[in-house]
């Protein structure tokens, strides 16, 4: 059984950081690429950043130069590092694995007040 268990989402002032991690069980971590995704209220989901197996990432537009993803394939997990955090980030955030499909972990909230 498949299993992504986000955590360290939270509410934050503007300017501040938050690291958001993701523990993956079922899936041969190593060879699956994983991403984080978010959705604020009323709007679709969208990828916020990605890393394949290898360890390439990249990055929506909004959260360039802010936001860093990595991966502990020893701890089977990906960390989120949000840096200079906006009212504009607040959403759920799940993380997902690519892995013969798509998994989804549950989400996790981020809240940014200005």
């Known amino acids: 059984q498949v299993q992504l268990v986000e955590s360290g989402g939270g509410l934050v002032q503007a300017g501040g950081s938050l690291r958001l991690s993701c523990a993956a069980s079922?899936?041969?971590?190593?060879?699956?690429?994983m991403g984080w995704y978010r959705q604020a209220p009323g709007k679709q989901r969208e990828l916020v950043a990605g890393i394949t197996s290898g360890g390439r990432t990249n990055y929506a537009d909004s959260v360039k130069g802010r936001f860093t993803i990595s991966r502990d394939n020893a701890k089977n997990t990906v960390y989120l590092q949000m840096n200079s955090l906006k009212p504009e980030d607040t959403a759920v955030y799940y993380c997902n694995a690519m892995y013969l499909r798509d998994y989804w972990g549950q989400g996790t909230q981020v809240t940014v007040s200005s």
């Open positions: 079922g899936i041969i971590f190593s060879i699956s690429a």
